[in-house]
């Protein structure tokens, strides 16, 4: 059997250990620590992003914010359907109702004119707007931020960015999760940089981030006996962990540089092939490629592929199933065109990780080839 090669597995920059290292001298085995305070102000550094919180995941970060900006009990949330299930299972958390909006076919990323359309009938018709809308930068790849950024401002919409696989794309160079009132950042194990697992809030509103930081760590008020007038979570990040982000904070643009190296082997290697298609970049934004994905030709079953690689023990993986055709979605209030239930249909994610050489890219290339001309 050929060794196995994994759809995005993690990729060590080499001095992680070092900081784990410096946790355990300085006996910091904690949610706090040197290691958590430098992860932070390295994602501040890098993504411009005035304040920062270091969180257990991607899914808690989500859910702070919601928390913060007192978005609750039977509040609409408006969120992109084609996106995975930890963006949007905290608007169930809060009690509140979600709203999902279809993709587009320039960035298959939430379609700024369904939003526009939505919000704009509904200021004329005198109906509720939503609370907030979580964007999502799908695989690495930025939606059409500014003009979503520009709608929420207009209509008095709350942005949270989900930027949880898009760490470093930036749109027209300004990073993706600071263009919302807050972002997040994942860490999981799959991503472009990773912790084991973890996330990141960001937010240029201190005040926000504060309250975040407070119900974190369970909203304990500063009193020895642990006083509380709100409740909080256990959703901070421990220092160990975060000695795996500040290794990894210092390779991320390498990471990102090899990434997109293997996006482009793949363009180029299966161009020939009539009918596939790559997830696009839109004009004057750089994705972090965290996942090459494309749509195969409409005769080509994507099951059919994914089988026959894992047959030679590779790993690929369909793109994500749309949120309103989620069965715990089921009636959820939608504004959907058929976009995304098309990518599910017919797209493809293939193995990504920054650790592939070329060789590897080249061996699923032909693979790939071989499969899709052996099917017709
Ligand atoms: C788009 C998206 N949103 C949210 C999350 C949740 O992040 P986490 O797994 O760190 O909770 C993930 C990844 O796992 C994701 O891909």
Redesign the pocket.
Known sequence: MNKRIFLSPPHMGGNELAYIQEAFESNYIAPLGHNVDSFEAQIKAYTGAKYALALT????A?HLALRVLGIKDGDEVMASSF??I??VAPILYERCTPFFIDSDKESWNLDPNLLEEELSHRAATGKKQPKALIV?H?YGQCADIKRIAAICEHYGVQLIE?A??SLGATSEGKQSGTFGKMGIY???GN?IITTS???MLVSDDESLIAHARHLSTQAREPAPHYEHTEYGYNYRMSNIVAGIGRGQMEVLDERIRRRRAIFELYSQGLAEIEGISFMPELKGSSGNRWLTTLMLPEAISPEHLRLALEKENIESRPLWKPMHAQPLFHGANQKITGVSDELFARGICLPSGSSLNDEDVATIISMVKHIITSDN
């Not at 995941?57 to 808690?60: E, V």
Request: glycine share 24%; proline share 0%; net charge negative.
């Open positions: 995941s991607g899914t808690a989500i996106t995975f930890g963006s999502t799908l989900d949880a696989e994942s860490f999981n991503k697992g973890g996330g």
